[in-house]
């Protein structure tokens, strides 16, 4: 009686667990190989042209021959200035939000602001970035400008990161910090800072990757003109590295060298999160 | 070394009450805890034992969000007044919380934590610290040779007695344990004990507790709370062999709580 009883259920928990598994493996292998194929395609095309001279040299030609020295320099100064400039007000809001303030309408508000703001095409920043920056601030298109603009785009996702991760932080090593005599200040800076520093960190590299493959809100703002010679002011206009892949692919001036510059690119942002994981890893030492 | 003129209470609670919204969880208690002293309170759950501890170093203040009224005196001094530094207070009340809370980093820097806060600077004084108040807790037979791993490799007792010594070293005139061996093993709890015993001429021991049998080990006066109100206090070996009131005989003899 028992056995036919059990002949009727066809799943057995650890059928269903064999069925789990096989489905979850497929959509890990799934995404991954998305990810590979994107990289793969990429870089495949754009390697054989990535040379030494290509990262050191000015473009020639509207770009059909050269390198992307001028281009490589302003991302890398764009992006800088926009997670220099986006960080502390980012982290401060968060501090502010999680440490401060209690729940209330305007936390609500504060959030909801933040919230939207992160659901903005970037496009529109770009248009805002202009408007204020470029044209009514005088910048023109300009470094400055385009590093402002990126500032205020990433500003949100800051913000959201930093405090979950300050968030999930115990109570009890606030209590324990103040308990030892710490101020709130103190015990934010020496203890809930620290702790929080990874979370933090991913943000900060989220808001790096999006501000370096930026193209809509640049094109408005640090301008697309091609320069032959590295910015050496905050208020030289620049290319940016997917500004430029944009136009030589758009414009079909040279698919090598589109290809070529879209492995700069991911290469960049690659050694750019290595590098930081790298030294969080280092400073988190500590803290163990 | 003179001794003081007037040997008058280390804390004086006076009339004071903490509540959280509009109904208080602790009522009107009034008592004196003299120097030197381990002093106990006892209750059921939800007695405010804790609440009181926390609002004698003003944590259920700033943390909590609860409202204090009356006077908490130290030293004749109010702690409740406007005019206080709070982190001062916090020194002179170091408090050792229920579940060993070590910060995450090293056992060194675990104890080295309060006194930088407080201005010591100099490394040799700092080691100093460190030894003395880890010998204190009885933990630095155990640790002295591996200051520098982290504080979270330590077994529970050990976290426990690490908090306390941390809280030795700020140097405070009052320690404030909230049922500081609830989740600790009888050897663990014993050192705790030994601890406390062997520096009772260093400082006064607040002790909150749910374990009767401890406060009747280790109390020189005990008090009794429920649901928010005082119902006694007075010498441990008093409320223990005859209480005053038939609800404290009730909770020490287990009919409730």
């Known amino acids: 009686m028992l056995s036919d009883m059990a002949s009727f259920r066809v799943i057995t928990p650890r059928r269903e667990q064999a069925i789990a598994d096989v489905i979850l493996w497929t959509v890990m292998a799934f995404t991954l190989s998305m990810l590979l194929f994107i990289i793969v395609f990429v870089v495949q095309r754009g390697l054989p042209g990535l040379t030494w001279e290509y990262l050191t040299q000015a473009p020639a030609d509207g770009g059909r021959a050269g390198g992307v020295f001028p281009m490589l320099i302003g991302t890398l100064i764009v992006t800088a200035l926009g997670v220099v400039i986006a960080t502390p007000l980012g982290l401060g809001t968060a501090i502010y939000l999680t440490e401060y303030t209690r729940e209330g309408r305007l936390t609500r508000l504060i959030r909801f602001g933040a919230e939207c703001l992160a659901g903005v095409p970037s496009i529109i920043f770009g248009l805002f970035g202009f408007v204020l920056f470029v044209i009514a601030l005088g910048f023109g298109w300009s470094i400055l400008a385009g590093g402002l603009t990126l500032a205020f785009m990433i500003l949100p996702t800051i913000i959201r990161t930093s405090e979950e991760a300050i968030r999930s932080v115990p109570t009890a090593y606030r209590e324990v910090a103040l308990s030892l005599g710490a101020s709130k200040w103190q015990s934010v800076v020496r203890v809930v800072l620290p702790s929080a520093l990874p979370g933090i960190l991913t943000g900060i590299i989220l808001g790096v990757g999006r501000s370096i493959s930026e193209t809509a809100a640049v094109i408005f703002t640090a301008g697309s003109s091609l320069s032959h010679r590295a910015p050496t002011s905050l208020f030289d206009g620049v290319r940016t590295l997917s500004v430029h892949f944009y136009q030589l692919a758009r414009e079909g001036i040279s698919d090598q060298k589109a290809y070529t510059t879209a492995t700069v690119l991911v290469l960049a942002i690659l050694i750019i999160n290595v590098t930081a994981y790298v030294i969080m890893n280092r400073l988190m030492r500590r803290y163990r | ?257």
């Not at chain 2, 280390?10 to 002293?37: A, C, E, Q």
Request: glycine share 8%.
């Open chain 2, 1 to 257: 070394m003179s001794a003081p003129s007037v040997l008058g209470p280390k804390v004086d609670l006076r009339d004071v009450s903490v509540r959280y919204g509009r109904d208080p969880v602790v009522r009107n208690i009034t008592l004196s805890i003299p120097p030197h002293f381990i002093y106990a309170f006892i209750g059921p759950a939800g007695s405010g034992k804790t609440s009181l501890l926390r609002a004698m170093n003003l944590l259920s203040i700033e943390v909590d969000g609860a409202a204090v009224t009356g006077e908490i005196m130290l030293d004749g001094v109010d702690i409740l007044g406007a005019d206080v530094d709070r982190t001062v207070i916090r020194r002179k009340m170091g408090m050792v919380f229920a579940t060993p809370q070590p910060l995450p980093r090293s056992i060194y820097e675990n104890l080295v934590f309060g006194p930088r806060l407080a201005g010591v600077r100099k490394s040799d004084e700092l080691d100093e610290l460190v030894e003395t108040s880890l010998q204190a807790a009885q933990l630095w037979d155990e640790v002295k040779d591996r200051l520098h791993s982290s504080a979270l490799s330590l077994s529970g007792g050990q976290q426990q007695r690490l908090c306390i010594a941390r809280t030795i070293a700020l140097q405070p005139e009052v320690i404030l344990l909230d049922e500081p061996c609830s989740g600790l093993d009888p050897i663990s709890t014993l050192k705790i004990e030994e601890a406390m015993d062997s520096l009772r001429s260093r400082f006064t021991w607040i002790i909150v507790t749910n374990n009767t049998k401890q406060a009747a080990r280790v109390s020189d006066r005990t008090a009794f709370l429920l649901l928010g109100d005082l119902i006694e206090d007075g010498p441990t070996d008093r409320v223990f062999t005859n209480p005053t009131d038939p609800r404290t005989s009730d909770y020490i003899e287990g009919r409730f709580g």
